[in-house]
Structures are given as C-alpha cells and as structure tokens.
C-alpha cells in the first residue's frame, strides 16, 4: 500500500500507467504473480476509494518448441537448401537421404516449402540448390519474436505463425492506477456512521466516510404468518357480525368454580369438576368472593331449590366454590356477561354475543385431543324466546359456514334444558358428523342472575379446531398448535371460506 500511494503522491500528473514498472524493495514488480499481489492492494485501496484503477490485458507471444528449433537453425525449407548441393558440384539427393540428413519430418516438409520458394530445383532422381543464398524470412519472425515478444511484421504474419505451431500467445495483465476521492498517504478506516461522539469531539471534521452502496441487495425479509386457527376465527367472527352479534371479553383464562361451574348450576359432585377434567390453579389459593347476595342465591338454588326447582339437595361446599381453574368452556365468560347483563345500569336488554378463545382441560393428548383448544359460542338473550329460535339462529349461522342439512338430537348439559347435539351432513365423508352443542338455559342459573322471568337465553357452542382441521385437512391436531407445529405449513396455508363449503 505505501509503495503505491507514494508513487502516486511524487508521481507529476498522480497515475501510474503500468503496474508492471514498480518495484518494491528493489525487486520488479513486472512477473504475472507480482501482478496479482498488486490487484489485491489495489481493491483494498479502492474499496476505501483512495485510488482509481483499470486493469490492461496484453498479449505477447513466445516460441513452440518447433519455433525454439527453428530460430536456432533456421526454417525447415532453409536446412534442406542447407544440404543439398550445388547445381553440378556434387550428386543430387532424393527425400529419403534428406531424411536421412535432416530427419524425416524437416525433410518432408522443408522440401516442399523450398520447392515452391524456388529455392531447389529437381535434378534427375534428386534435388539440387537453385538460388545462391535465400533469404530465410520465417526464421527471421521467430527470432525477432523470441527476442521481443512480438515482431513489427503486421497481422497477417502472427496467425500464419500461430497456424503453423511455431508461436503462442500470452495474456499479461496489469493496471493503471490514479488517485481516488479519499486519496492519501495514509491508509485512514473509513467511517460508516456519523456518531454522536464524532459530533462532539469534532472528529467528524478529520474522518473519512464510506460511500453507501446504493445497488446492494437487502437482507431478505421473513413475513408474518396468521396461523390457520386465526384464518378460521376470522372467518366465524364475521359471520357473528354480519348477524348482529358483539364479542364478549374473553381475556381470562382463570376463572372460579363459582363462575366456571356453580353459576351455570352445575352440580358441586359433577365428574366434570374432578381434578382428571380439570386443571386448578394452587396459587392464588383462593378466588375473590363474588357478590354475596348473589352467591347465597346460587348456594339456595343448589342445596334447596326455587323457581320452581327442587335444586340439587346435596350439600353446597364454599371452599369448593372459591377454587381457581383454568376455564373448562367460555360459557364461564357467557355466565359473567349474562349477570352483568341482568344487573347493568338500565336493567336487562336484549342481546346477542359472541366468543372465540382458549379453554382448558385435563385430556391426554392425542391425534384430536389437546389440553387446550379453543371454542366458538354464541349466546342469545331476549323476552320469549323458544326452541325454534335456536335452531333458526344456529341453520342460519351454520349455512354461512357451508353447513346446510343439520340435524338436532337431545343431549344432557347440566345449565341447559332442552339441549341438543348438533350434525351436520359432511358430503366428503358421506356421513352425519357432530359440529356443535347447545341449549336453553335453565332457570335455575339465570333467575339467581336477577334476570325477568320472560327472559330466555339460548346458546350453542363447538370447538374452532375442527373446522379449522377440516378445512385444512389436517389429521393430527399436534401438528397445528405446540412444539410440534410444522411452521412452514403455517405460512404455506391459503386463508379459507367457509361459506363455499367445499369440504
Ligand atoms: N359449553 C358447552 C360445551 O362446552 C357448549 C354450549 C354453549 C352448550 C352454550 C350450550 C350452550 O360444549
């Protein structure tokens, strides 16, 4: 690096022409390995743009090892003038003595370029020299080249010289150097950014900045994806929308028992509370207390009855009630909004809600079972509502999801009364396929709320897994949430309508 930026720096018009006429310590620099040190400091120095400079391709030739021959002894036409003799001083000599004399591939082919030179003539079975002293131009070029490298005879002579074997080119490289826009003497690291420090200290003043590369490529961005779970919910969350239906807060994952279970008229014995169905939390040890009028309510209707019930008549446990959970359904959610419904400002008013989200339970897991999933619920209530308006509210829900034949078969839930299984007709599969659940509430968990008598709530409720493994035609639910979730999927996957019902 010294050795070029001080050549530069003394040189009058600061270039170097030719690389090749440096020389370092006293060595030449002109050698092809030379030659390839120099380009190395030279990109160094222009990535710092400290010099400028253009590599220069020329060719040289040198001699085969036939023109080597050649320029010692002359062309292969001049060596048989060489040996023949004279017109009438000596017998003629034929080609086979030639070779002989001269070797057999010289002979052959010097014959006949000496032939059509004139230089020899036939006489009787052989040949005789026919001109005093030709003058050998070939071993002329091939001496002219092996001392300079190239000869000032034109064109036409290299490439018959290159044709008939006797020369070969060599490439040579070498560069021209000027000085760059951060041209110095000393080698300076280019800065990259302006810092607050280099403001401060003025040093901005001295440094040397890199130029930005506008033409480099920028890393490659790696995109979000919505995982299939959240296409599906989008997809059910409009069409609760589109019905007139707003979404209930569904951000708490722990809940009581009391609002879990009890509120819902669950019975405190129910094999559903079983530590095996659900995970409690230890710590905090205890839910707040809700309110008290309302819970003593709860506790009556459980232990002894009323609104026209006969309750359970099994003993009511508080600590039982005070436990926290992890929701087993997100009617836990519907229960809360329904008991605020009944005690707003204003009393109760009609109202249709809705909720998408996570819920728990104590499941071994396997190809269709988690620990957690997530449910879709819809809730409904209003004075005089009937049977007839659940299944109307849940044929039109459904046909939007591209369920069109449904069937309604009675079930059991603690909280609802009728309550019906939901299928539907799965065209693919050639079968009835269950897709929900759902029920009236009784009164027993809504007339405790303080809701009016004429008051009906309806629901129905189905996981979000199922249509979103459906629709995807995912096999093993492992696959689509946990550690185990095949993220290139995830992105691949195309968003889904439901209303095509296409499955
Ligand atoms: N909570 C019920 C379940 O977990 C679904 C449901 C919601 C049933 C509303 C009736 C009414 O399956």
Redesign the pocket.
Known sequence: QPLILQTLASSPDGKIPDTRELSFNGTSLSSTEAQSVVRAVLDSLASKEMVEYKQITTTTYGLTEEGEIIAANGSHEFRVWQALPVKGAGEPIGLPDLSKLIGADIAKVGQQRAFRNKWIAKDGAGFVRAVEAPSDETADQVKEIKEKGDHSRGEAITKELQKRKLIQPRKHIHYTVSKGSQFSTEVKQLETDLTVEMLQSGAWKDASFKQYNFAAAGQPTDGGALHPLLKVREEFRNIFFDMGFTEMPTNRFVESAFWNFDAMFVPQQHPAREMQDTFYVKDPVKALRPDPEYYERVRKVHEEGGYGSIGYRAPFNRDESEKLLLRT?T?AV?TDMLYKLANQEGGFKPAKMYSIDRVFRNETADATHLAEFH?V?G?VADYNITLGNLIAFMQEFFSKTGNHKLRFKPAY?PY?EP?MEVFSWHEGLGKWIEIA???I?RPEMLEPMGLPKGVRVL???MSLERPTMIKYKISDIRTLVGHKTDLDQVKKRPAVRLEKGDD
Request: aromatic share 12%; glycine share 18%; proline share 0%.
């Open positions: 359904h009617t519907s449910q619920e809730v839930n609802t309550s659940n759902s029920g509430f629901g129905w409720g």
